[in-house]
């Protein structure tokens, strides 16, 4: 058996920001490394977190930063979409910001909040919708497509939200106010479903939603404390156990995040100190000082073998997971061993290149398939939802999906269609988008014959649909149509048009 990993520093990056650096965060190829700060800016930097040498390069200045200007005011959050072909910030001047993270361009700004500062956000699993928290105690919900906040409504009347997350449910979300309080809300009926009154004393500072063999809320609070929480969320209901209280930060607990392979809890404190837990053993097993002013954010890389931190001093470290031999935790960590997509142009790879950027894309299983038809990548420009099903065999829509998602990354001039309009199962685009407990969005016939089929798993992620009910995506379907029009009036053929949804709701 593996020893347990240590936190020990690999570099600092200096001079990123001019001022408090408030949020960081990796997207999820681990490509990219976002930050905000208190200087009205956020920031990606170019890097490759499964490589020591590429973080070394953020450290010392090499690497590609592009400074995302627009925020009047303090930038206090942000966040990568499930993609990670867009960024969401929040700031002070009550906005919040959508970026394409390849050019820089800001391509939405969205005022869901009356008043107060943006405190925190999260996208939805299928990237569709973005929360946001702000000062003025208001949640709100904003469609990414129509770039509309939907959903706008007043979650507390004591203290302010300071953390917010979406549940594996789909459409509930967690959130931590500075009263102390943990809530569960339906984000789409604006209905409070379950409250913890003083989870912490004094406040929440922190929390995040993970999925192990069980749910779990993890939050960190002003009383110095972390406690785990077990989520019991169901279609009509949902309620929050206490677990266990994890001790040993002696200040206000700011930020959390969970490794990939959910085994480790990395915390940031005012104490200037983080820390990292084994979730197991509920023991502090690494602690790492270094940082001159409060630790305000944190991040494990993709990999799961590095992890960076930020706050007061405006120093970003980043910090290698090692065995006490100094050897990377690999076997700690499975996720450690994550091949990259090939270089160069897609449309040139050989075959040898289009399997290795399947392994990347952790559908190494069908490599032989892949070379057994010879697609390289002239082939795999072309290939589509039927040739996946009936010539590959690959059965999981959610594989599928994959697939023909990072497809359409790869050559983005030759698919017409957003993603977001294709449904995963039928892989056509959608008449009739519903939204299923998973949180991602189908057409309505192909769910409901999914589940009516016996399948009670989501064709997504494999996890446990919490219920059988679907709601219209009437947002999605409006802006289908609107897609579907233009297409039209500029000389395209396009598909018939979404037809009239069914009532909202549909029970089996």
Not at 427 to 447: Q, T
């Amino acid at each position: 058996m593996s020893a347990d990993p240590s936190l020990s520093l690999l570099c600092k990056v200096e001079k990123l920001h001019t001022s408090d650096i408030n949020c960081c965060t990796f997207s999820p190829d681990g490509k990219k490394l976002a930050t905000a700060s208190s200087d009205r800016l956020a920031a990606v930097v170019d890097c490759d977190s499964s490589s020591d040498a590429q973080l070394k390069a953020v450290c010392d200045g090499s690497a590609t930063i592009r400074k995302l200007v627009g925020h009047k005011y303090h930038v206090n959050v942000c966040c990568f979409s499930p993609s990670g072909d867009l960024l969401a910030t929040g700031s002070t001047d009550c906005s919040v910001r959508i970026w394409n993270v390849a050019t820089g361009e800001c391509t939405a700004t969205v005022s869901g909040h009356q008043r107060g500062a943006i405190r925190a956000l999260a996208f939805s699993a299928d990237g569709t919708h973005i929360l946001s928290a702000a000062a003025d105690d208001s949640l709100s919900v904003i469609d990414v497509i129509s770039s509309s906040c939907v959903k706008n409504w007043k979650a507390t009347t004591e203290g302010v939200i300071q953390a917010c997350a979406w549940t594996s449910h789909g459409w509930h979300i967690v959130v931590g106010s500075s009263s102390g309080h943990l809530m569960v809300w339906d984000a789409f009926e604006c209905r409070l479903m379950a409250s913890v009154r003083n989870a912490h004393d004094l406040g929440v500072c922190s929390l995040v939603h993970f999925l192990s063999e069980i749910e779990y809320v993890a939050s960190g609070g002003v009383d110095t404390k972390i406690r785990l929480w077990r989520l019991k969320d169901q279609a009509g209901s949902a309620q929050l156990q206490e677990l266990c209280v994890l001790s040993g930060h002696t200040s206000s607990v700011y930020t959390l995040a969970v490794s990939p392979d959910k085994r480790f809890l990395l915390s940031g404190s005012n104490d200037k100190t983080i820390r990292l837990w084994k979730l197991e053993t509920k023991q502090d097993i690494s602690q790492a000082a270094g940082h001159l002013g409060f630790v305000s954010c944190c991040s494990f890389s993709p990999c799961g073998r590095f992890a960076v931190s930020s706050g007061g001093d405006r120093l970003l470290r980043v910090w290698k997971l090692s065995n006490a031999d100094g050897s990377l935790t690999a076997s700690a960590l499975p996720n450690a061993a994550v091949a990259s997509a090939p270089e160069g142009p897609a449309d040139k790879w050989s075959v040898d290149e289009v399997c290795t950027w399947l392994t990347s894309l952790k559908l190494d299983k069908h490599t032989e398939t892949f070379r057994q038809a010879s697609v390289d990548g002239a082939c795999l420009q072309n290939i589509h939802a039927q040739q996946l099903c009936k010539t590959f065999g690959i059965e999981s829509p959610g594989e599928r999906y994959t697939i023909l998602r990072s497809v359409s990354e790869l050559f983005p001039a030759s698919r017409d269609v957003p993603n977001e309009f294709i449904c995963p199962i039928s892989m056509e685009i959608m008449r009739d988008p519903v939204v299923a407990s998973d949180g991602f969005s189908y057409e309505r016939s192909a769910i409901v014959a999914w589940i009516t089929a016996g399948r009670h798993t989501s064709p997504l992620t494999n996890l446990p649909l919490t219920s059988s009910l679907v709601f219209a995506n009437n947002n999605l379907l409006t802006v289908i149509r609107s897609h579907l029009d233009r297409w039209q009036r500029d000389g395209g053929v396009a598909p018939s048009a979404p037809t009239t949804p069914s009532p909202a709701t549909l029970q089996h």
